[in-house]
């Protein structure tokens, strides 16, 4: 059992099923007094596993609807409790009657999340596997559903443990090797410790680059389009989303605001923010539309560099000659695409070309030709594959921790080349542990656990 103080033995019962109106609506309870009160409330004894059509009775046993009741003793349940589903007819009033008849039989009302909380704390589901479902619930697209219900079925979880284990494993040996220094073998420095961490920290970061695609999945990429005015940033948004969100006219300057539109390519979320025109200006309210432009610039997952190609004075694909500011902005790795737009004005041809190591698009905002291409390029940048062998979904919670995890491992291989120095090497590998630890949960606090499960909503 993962915590077990923590598990309450409460019976809890909540609606499982979506609120609103529904041919049918089901009322779960959980815990050792599940059996008895739904006995109770549908007059009968249930069979394990069994549907039972049944009349379902409040507490004064008159009869309020009637249904199927399918009780699933322990542990073979979906919270490792004895559970019995009420499934009765899907109105909002009824299945509140239904709950308050299963409270006023000694029931309390569940928690949010608190069913999968269960389902983790008795090892039923690894804490990426309860997210998972509450990822699988809230996804907004195809694709970010179907990454999410791979992390349910354990894709992610899989890949965490196998890193666990090998850290753990070498951490085993560097740690016998400090207990027994008398050995003739000098154990740290015969190299197959540092192999054995060189091959660890290459799968780590296969791990981490797949957890990130995959959180870029579930929580969207955030994409800001920048450039100088008029280069064609609001009919590129306009392109992408397909409605007139911003206002394009060809006066400089008229995008003064950061404008966020959320859209989806081929099943893949994009929250697009537009910036107003990069310039120097003296008017405060473009000021300030400038000064947020940075801002978002900052915290973007991928930067679409604007440029005006039939302009020559734009004719440029370096964005530091375009504007010396964004150098620094580009030093934090987020990556540039550069969109040479407006290919129609001198008859170029749309075409994608990879110079000094960025992405340049020729394209045109207006006729749409080379959008495609666009669209191509930023779904490959999403980490989107054809084969779902790689997808599953992660939060950005899991990223941090993998992150953690690896500045561990680096930090100990510092210390084995600087100082051959086991001990500290070792005392790494524990820290990198206890970071993907927190990932599937084997390492958990109280307060991790609240955050996670009270985001859920209630019932599940
Ligand atoms: P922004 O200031 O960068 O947001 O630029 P806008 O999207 O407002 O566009 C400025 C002007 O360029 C408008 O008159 C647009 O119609 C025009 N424009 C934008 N993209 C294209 C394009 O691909 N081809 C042509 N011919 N004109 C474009």
Known sequence: MNTPSVLDADTIAAIATAPGRGGVGIVRLSGGQSLAIAEAICGRTLKPRHAHFSRFSDAQDITIDSGIAIYFPAPNSFTGEDVVELQAHGGPIILDLLVKSCTHRGARQARPGEFSERAYLNDKLDLTQAEAIADLINSTTEQAALNASR??????????DELVDRVTRLRVYVEAAIDFPEEEIDFIGDGQVRAQLLSIMDQMAEVTHQARQGTLIQEGMKLVIAGKPNAGKSSLLNALSGQDTAIVTAIEGTTRDVLREHIQIDGLPLHIVDTAGLRESTDEVEQEGIRRAWQEMDSANHILLVVDGSDPL???DDPTIIWPEIEEHLTRSIPV???????????RQPGITEQKGRTVIELSAKTGAGMNLLTTHLKQCMGYTESSETNFSA????????????HALAAGKAQLENAGAGELLAEDL??????LGEITGAVSSDALLGEIFGSFCIGK
């Open 151 to 160: 992390s349910l079925q354990g894709a992610f979880s899989s890949k965490i």
């Open 314 to 316: 734009h004719d440029t």
């Open 337 to 347: 695409t550069v969109v040479r737009n407006k290919c129609d004005l001198n008859d």
């Open 395 to 406: 939060r950005r919670r899991h990223l941090l921790a993998l992150e953690n995890a690896g």
């Open 430 to 435: 524990r820290e990198c542990q206890q970071r």
